[in-house]
């Protein structure tokens, strides 16, 4: 686990590994080469997965990956929401482990400070930002560029593991029921 700063810009290897994404990579490697502030589309599901959650609970989700964790991949800032990459196949497997956790509906913990993740893969395409930073008007940046072509992706379990921390340090859950309030208490420690 390492807390070293992460790169803001992304590396020539790591805008290799971005390209290769997309369906014409040599063609996105020229549009960067041209236009290195240009955000582009690209496809989710072979080369990355993006989990996509409120730029708030996601800080706390990648504070529990690099703090306690395993570290994490590339991350990026857009429109307000936290772009966490990860390993192909965590879109189709996180959504079934937060069911299991009840992660919202009737009886789940889903309150406020757990937001719905998305979760963007096979067939989903993500916007990514720029290579070299921020954009003009700042609503999309790099936190940790990718450096390599063989970026450390978390799978769907790591994902899971950072969001249920994070979901406990904004919200104390219990894997209790509440307390019946209308119940009759009796102190059994003093026996005569």
């Known amino acids: 686990m390492s807390s070293a700063p992460r790169a803001t810009s992304a590396t020539a290897d790591g805008t290799a590994w971005l390209a290769s994404a997309g369906t014409h990579p040599r063609s996105t490697l020229i549009l960067w080469q041209e236009h290195p502030d240009a955000p582009v589309v690209l496809p989710c599901g072979t080369v990355f997965d993006v989990v996509s959650a409120p730029a708030v609970f996601g800080r706390r989700m990648l504070d529990r990956l690099r703090e306690e964790g395993p570290g994490s991949g590339p991350v990026a800032l857009f429109r ?18 937060l069911s299991w956790e009840q992660w919202g509906g009737a009886h789940g913990r889903r309150t406020e400070a757990v937001p719905p993740l998305l979760c963007h893969g096979t067939g989903d395409a993500v916007t990514v930002p720029a290579l070299t930073g921020a954009d003009a008007c700042g609503t999309s940046r790099w936190l940790a ?3 390599t072509r063989h970026p450390w992706l978390p799978g769907p ?3 899971h593991w950072a969001a249920v921390r994070a979901a406990r340090a904004a919200v104390r859950i219990s894997i ?7 119940a009759n208490v009796y102190d059994v420690s003093r026996r005569r």
Do not use: C, K, N, W
């Open 145 to 147: 560029a990718p450096d």
């Open 80 to 97: 307000g929401r936290m772009l966490l990459f990860a390993a192909p196949g965590t879109a189709q497997r996180l959504p079934s482990l």
């Open 157 to 159: 379990e790591v994902v």
């Open 176 to 182: 209790f029921p509440p307390a019946d309030q209308g």
